[in-house]
């Protein structure tokens, strides 16, 4: 069936630092694609999302490119902020429903 | 707009009790998705609700039930509690059409059984 992996963390950095958080996904069709930020107890909020190989999807700052040829949706952010902490989760949808890898948990430091 | 609203936010049930979570889409969308979260893990996938129908279904036991009320609501029931069923237990809403693949999420219900 369709999956998702992503880098597990915890990753800490320092404000300002550059962010790459790696989303690789196996899935049968053409899923779009996802990124979505979990803020300590609270439920999931889309970030940004691409539909079709080579889109860019971007917001706040970050983005994420759909490359069809390695099968992987890595999340970027040139300078993070402390108010950046949170649970990112990558996340494919083929259908109507989401298929979501593990999370990884970001803590940025002043 | 409210978004997406989910009742209660937490609860706490013993071990062999019923609960029954409760949904209320976004505005204008017409299905509802139900995902239980384990600490620490990402989102999995229970059921999905269409026109009061359940359309698909994760890997859930039948203990894990639902359903879709006219005006787009929906319930989650889970039966016969375990500890292991000790969870964030998120709702999404979302809209059946061509190119429309986003979904809004809740802040989801807090349940832990004991």
């Known amino acids: 069936g369709d999956s998702v992996t992503q880098m597990e963390g915890p990753v800490t950095l320092s404000e300002e630092a550059f962010l790459t958080i790696n989303c690789t996904y196996t899935?049968?069709?053409?899923?779009?694609l996802f990124w979505y930020v979990q803020y300590p107890g609270e439920g999931l909020q889309l970030l940004l999302k691409?539909?079709?190989?080579?889109d860019k999807g971007s917001n706040k700052g970050f983005e994420a490119t759909y490359r069809k040829e390695t099968t992987s949706f890595h999340l970027e952010k040139g300078s993070v902020q402390v108010s950046d902490s949170a649970v990112y989760f990558c996340?494919?949808?083929?259908?109507?429903?989401?298929?979501f890898g593990p999370g990884t948990r970001l803590s940025v430091l002043p | 707009d409210a978004g997406v609203t989910q009742s209660p936010t937490h609860l706490i049930k013993t071990r062999g009790q019923q609960v029954t979570l409760r949904c209320s889409p976004k505005?204008?969308?017409?299905?509802v998705s139900w995902y239980q979260q384990a600490l620490g893990q990402g989102p999995q996938f229970i059921f999905q609700?269409?026109?009061?129908?359940?359309?698909q279904r994760g890997n859930f036991p039948d203990r894990f039930s639902g359903h879709q009320f006219p005006n787009y609501s929906s319930e989650l029931n889970v039966n016969a509690l375990l500890l292991g069923d000790s969870a964030l237990y998120l709702c999404?809403?979302?809209?059946?059409?061509?190119?429309?693949?986003?979904?809004?999420f809740g802040q989801g219900t807090r349940l832990t059984v004991v």
């Open positions: 505005s204008g969308h017409d299905t």
């Open positions: 996340a494919l949808s083929a259908g109507q429903n989401f298929v």
């Open positions: 999404a809403s979302s809209l059946v059409g061509p190119g429309n693949t986003e979904a809004f």
């Open positions: 609700y269409y026109e009061e129908e359940e359309r």
């Open positions: 691409a539909t079709k190989a080579d």
């Open positions: 899935a049968t069709g053409y899923p779009s």
